[in-house]
């Protein structure tokens, strides 16, 4: 269990900065996901603390001791590749032993642990296989065997999921989830997949051009993003423009909104209202309280839960609601927003 | 529609099918003829006329004792046939893995990011263009006692004359037919290894180095193994052409005995025309040492390749 800190790092490639001065700190044995859009610095970072880049600048600590410079050979930590990086020309048991193997571990040992965690990835009969001969679920146990076997203090993945079908993804999930918990192992992992992001991490750091944008907690990501720009990221649909009329009234294009008061955003400033689509409730009469009136123009319908735009005059609001009921298109409607649920962001 | 009629017309579908098999065939046949044509016409009707002669079967020298194995037992049964032999095999050998080293670590070198990158991966390729004949006389005009090299030598005050200079050429250690040959495929084997360290990438050999591996682990047990396709192709083509080139041993090399192409080529380039059958012994018997090597090459490479599960 290894505690990993990254002050004020920095990478340079030529004249480009792929990395900005980036502080973050990964508490022992938590998992936490690195999230961006393609080219952000993600991956570099990731290759930073892994030991396959060196720091333009600032300092990677493992545990408070300064690995900045340490050779990627010494720093024990663990990768996993988007594409698996299995060695083609070995046998399962080849590929998961050789960590070992190069460490120049008593082969009784090897044996030992290479029976354990190929009972741990469920691989055993797949011993004598060559990577081209499995599939794409398999060769990534394979890729978290090979590393799990060495015992790394920090294991890093980058998009580990990338390859697999929505299916395998889902099952992969839920077995890294339960592998990290089991080894208890500091995991940080890079993906572009924001569901995937907040469905396995601890924390969740937003990385934007090689800046870090916001480090939080996967529902306070979601829920209170820092900016306009990681609202749009974590898949906000509803951002209206807005003048704050008092500490807990906004004025918006649909009409006023009651919101909760947020340090900062006072009376006479100028915001941007989000409305999670799934915090927004569809009534067919009007609620008591407020309300703010539209029509259903179109109604997605996705099985399990079901996607309303809702023409509200001046802004058209998505709200999603479990598939119960079917509104019909035409309808007109209200849609009552608990002011809690409403997040302020500087314009 | 009855049972009999139903398998009358399935019956009826498959011999259709059949006859569209065949006519598939037929033109896959046809699209191979130009190649076929060049192969066997070209390639394997002189192979047929060498053999041919070589077992004295010329009668448009006045020569038809065949089959006759007089010639290669003559040739076989000179002690001087199986040191010529050696030298070709020598020159060949050492050529081929002198080049194969430089092109590894030139390719090796090629996948990493330094300044003018660019412009190493043209420079690297120049031999690639110049003839062997350039680069034969490039070796004459350095590598000689009255080269460059030993002119340079005696100006700095090493030697006294340029004739001083050691001997590099024309002698049996073959160091300017070595040089010739490395300086022409250095960078083909380069060309053929830097492509498939291109495929293969850089992240198996970073999986290495994260779990522990040093470098030469890395090269030894994760590249070279990857490489391998590259590396049999490429020594393959150069060691073949080795066998048999003619120019440089005969330019550069040290005189009887010679190598085997050059005892060829005085073979044929005899007044007394009959000598060209033990020419076409000689040829016929490069082409039967290459051949066996050969196939011993790619019968050990296809065996390791199986064993790694490529089938």
Redesign the interface.
Known sequence: MTKVQLNAVRKQFGGFVAIENIDLEIASGELVALLGPSGCGKTTTLRMIAGLERPSGGAILFDDQDVSEQPVQDRNVGMVFQRYALFPHMTVEKNVAFGLSVRGTPRAEIADRLEEMLDVVQLGQFRHRFPAQLSGGQMQRVAIARTLITKPSVLMMDEPLANLDTKLRGEMRRFIRDLQQRFGITTIFVTHDQVEAMELADRVAVIFDGHLAQYDAPDRLYRQPANLDVADFMGATNIVPAAMKADDLAETGVGAIRVAPRPGFGAGENVQVMLRSEAIDLMITQPTQGGVPGKVVARDFFGASVNYTVDCGAHRITVTEQARRLVEVDTPVWLDIDPDRVWLLAS | MSVSSSIASRSGAQERMTARERRTRFWQMVQLVPIMAILVLLFGGALVLAILQSLGFAPWFGVNTFPDFSYFGALWGSSTFWVSLGLTLYYATVSTVIALILGILLALALVKTFPSKTFYKYLYKLPLMIPYTVGIALAVLMLSNGGMLSRLAAFFGLIDDPAQFPQILKTHYGWGIIAVYVWKQTPFITLAVYAVLLGIGR??E?????????RR?IFF??TL??ILPGVVSSTLICFAFNVGAFEAPFILGGGFPDTLPVVAWRYFNDADYTLQLQGMATVVSIGLVAGVILFGYLAAYRRYERR???N
Do not use: H, Y
């Open positions: 992240e198996t970073e999986a290495a180095a994260i779990l522990g591996a040093n682990t047990r994760v193994p990857q790694m599960g490529r």
